[in-house]
């Protein structure tokens, strides 16, 4: 009989799922029965935009976190697919920091030339998974929202992408239902452009915060003030930004700080992380962690240690986004196409405590980010995954790191180069801090007139020098 595997999710892990299958076929060998169910109506997951908040048209919780002028804030050079690079999608050199609606159409872009939008099942959401012992199958139900039809059916694998930034953290803080302002998490935030003028409080120390503060100091806010718990960011901010410690409490507009000093707001924004959170699934079966690199209870980062059938992408706190997701996708295949084996119960725990013993031994970005490169490599090293330069994509990391500390508004006009095919990127034809425009025409346009008048004037002096 033909296996059947069930994919939660059509994000940059799902989609990854869906390749490596389609990979195996085009080589001859045989897949099983492959569905793919995706509660919204596109793919991409995070990248597929939502203008809408809170519940989307269907009355499901919206997934993606992003808004509306959300760039990459890690080079495109770092989560670069391995088998489908930015040149052969775009034809000619792009920038390393493009806007969402670029990266999404990168995605896309490999997973139509795939064909594989046959496997998925768009608008239908998993309602619940449950695993019966006597047969080793799982019963899926879903939900067809066009229809509200319901539906079970069996499987011999479940693969989990369903994402881990969706369901917001959102901590209590004494007095903050009296602030009588704009308020909440960064699930909701969709554009800064009404921050103008504003004094905006951000809660949080992490992407998130960062981000969304240096996009209201870019749409004009009068001032950016954010609040940590752990410790600072610690960028040079420019006039206008400051970090101060948490928040003791709200009284009204005003919020106390830890160190005694007090501000006014009109906007709080809470920055404060997601969860890992599968509604879908039986406490038994769901991943339950906090948000960081080597979630407990994964064989290799991908296996469920309670059960050999079910597998889980994407589920690390992510310095490599696209190209791990495969590494994990094609490693998970070839469990399931019988070509690599799992491990005892006990050889799985043993792995998973020696990567626990390095995680913990972890002391800095640069270790953290190493890791993650060993876990990629570990997988690649089994599979048929193209192997790329891990040590250069780190290196990459670093240098992002050090120009952001250079100077937090001006990273993202910094360029690398690829690993996968050598290509420098070009220089975006505006610089981010001035680019209003954040859509795919704009951002693939030529230069604009004023550059290209520059670039002319550049020309005739260097040939009147000559
Ligand atoms: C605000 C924000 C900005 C980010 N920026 C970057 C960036 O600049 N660069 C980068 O590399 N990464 C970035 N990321 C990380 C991002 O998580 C990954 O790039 C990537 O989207 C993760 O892919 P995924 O498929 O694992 O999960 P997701 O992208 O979250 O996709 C999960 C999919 O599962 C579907 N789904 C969920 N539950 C169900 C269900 N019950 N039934 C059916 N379908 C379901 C969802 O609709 C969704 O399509 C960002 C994340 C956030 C939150
Ligand atoms: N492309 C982009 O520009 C962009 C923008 C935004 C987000 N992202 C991505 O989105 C993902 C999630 O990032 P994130 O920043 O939302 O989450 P995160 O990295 O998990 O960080 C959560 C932050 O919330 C803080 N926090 C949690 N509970 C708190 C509490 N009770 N009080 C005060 N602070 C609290 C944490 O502080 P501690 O350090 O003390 O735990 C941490 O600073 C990342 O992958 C990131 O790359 C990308």
Known sequence: MTQRVAIIGAGPSGIAQLRAFDSAKKSGREIPEIVCFEKQDDWGGQWNYNWRSGIDKY????????????????????????????????GRPISSYPPRAVLWDYINGRAEKSDVKKHVRFATVVRW????????????????????????????HVIVGSGHFSFPNVPDFKGIETFPGELMHA?????????????VLLIGASYSAEDIGVQSFKMGARSVTYSYRSGPMGFDWPEG????????????????FSNGMSRSFDTVILCTGYLHHYPFLPSDL???????????TLYRGVVSE???????????????????????????????????????????RESIDAWL???????????????????????????DYPMFDL??????????????????LTYRDKVYRSVMTGTMADKHHTPWLSELDDSMERYVSAAPREKLEDLASNEHSKSSKA
């Open 59 to 90: 009355g499901e919780p919206v997934h993606s976190s992003m808004y509306r002028n959300l760039w990459s804030n890690g080079p495109k050079e770092a989560l670069e697919f391995a088998e489908y690079t930015f040149d052969e999608h775009f």
């Open 129 to 156: 998974i449950d695993f019966d012992e006597s047969t080793n199958l799982f019963t899926v139900t879903t939900e067809d929202l066009k229809t509200g039809q319901t539906e079970t059916s069996e499987f011999d």
């Open 187 to 199: 699930h909701d935030f969709r554009g800064a452009e009404r921050l103008a003028d504003k004094d």
């Open 241 to 256: 930004i400051e970090e101060l410690p948490l928040i003791d409490r709200f009284e009204g507009s005003t919020a106390y």
């Open 286 to 296: 769901a991943l339950d962690s906090p948000n960081n690199v080597y979630p407990d």
């Open 306 to 348: 309670n059960n050999d059938s079910l597998y889980y992408l994407g589920a690390q706190d992510q310095w490599f986004t696209f190209n791990m997701f495969d590494a994990q996708a094609w490693y998970v295949r070839d469990l399931i196409l019988g070509e690599l084996t799992i491990p005892s119960p006990s050889e799985q």
């Open 357 to 383: 013993e390095r995680f913990n031994a972890i002391e800095t970005a640069e270790d953290e980010v190493k890791f993650q490169a060993d876990y990629i490599r570990d997988l690649i090293e089994l599979t």
């Open 391 to 408: 040590d250069e994509v780190t290196r990459t990391f670093m240098a992002w790191k050090t120009d952001k500390k250079k100077n937090i």
